[in-house]
């Protein structure tokens, strides 16, 4: 145990992958998403459009790690199963926070966002281009739910793969899409002596001011 403490202290290294000054991002903060999730993808990061999205109800804070599937020019779109515990905190407070984080490139990102649900047909367009049994595996799990046994959810699996048999696969009605809607960006470019790049775009899709903060 103590092993580990020191580790902890002293585990530590130097930012030096790039830098972020205010004249050179765009006034648009999705371009600049657009171009670090490329960028990202390009150096085949592992699970490049990952991001921790955390809710909070009645002052108690949740996060978990979920998916970007899209980005439109106001929002950021995921899909889950409207039964899941973050579906329900979300239900309750649709303000939220978005982390996005690549080690490698030293850079993160930081949103607060407002979130709403996406319009069905788009849940359906995307549900359509998801692998067979990832399909089966929406309508299998009752997300969030107490699980008796893996066994049960495999037997689940196996009376849905009977039940769609030679058809196509219905997107649920409990399952579907959100958008996130920033008001607020915050881009971090890590630097040498954690003297960090941090710009900020406050605003709206119509009007982003920037400006730079503290390290």
Known sequence: ?????????DLRRDFSYGTLDVKD????????LRTWLDDAVKLEIKDANAFVLSTAINNIPDARVVLIRD???????FYTNYGSKKAS???VNPNAAVNVFWADMDRQIRMQVEVKKLDKK?????FKTRPRKSQIGAWAS???SALESRQKLEDRIEELEKRFEGQEV??????????????YFEF???????????????GSVREWNTKRLYP
């Open 142 to 144: 009752i997300q969030s």
């Open 122 to 126: 788009l849940s359906d367009d995307y």
């Open 188 to 202: 971090w470019q890590g630097r040498p002596s954690r003297l960090h790049d941090r710009i900020i775009y406050e």
């Open 25 to 32: 991002v765009p006034k648009n903060p999705f371009d600049l």
């Open 1 to 9: 145990m103590e092993d580990i403490r020191k580790e902890m202290r």
């Open 71 to 77: 980005i439109t020019d106001k929002a950021i779109h």
């Open 170 to 183: 219905p997107r649920p009605e409990f399952w579907g899409g959100y958008e996130l809607v920033p008001s």
């Open 89 to 91: 905190e979300l239900e």
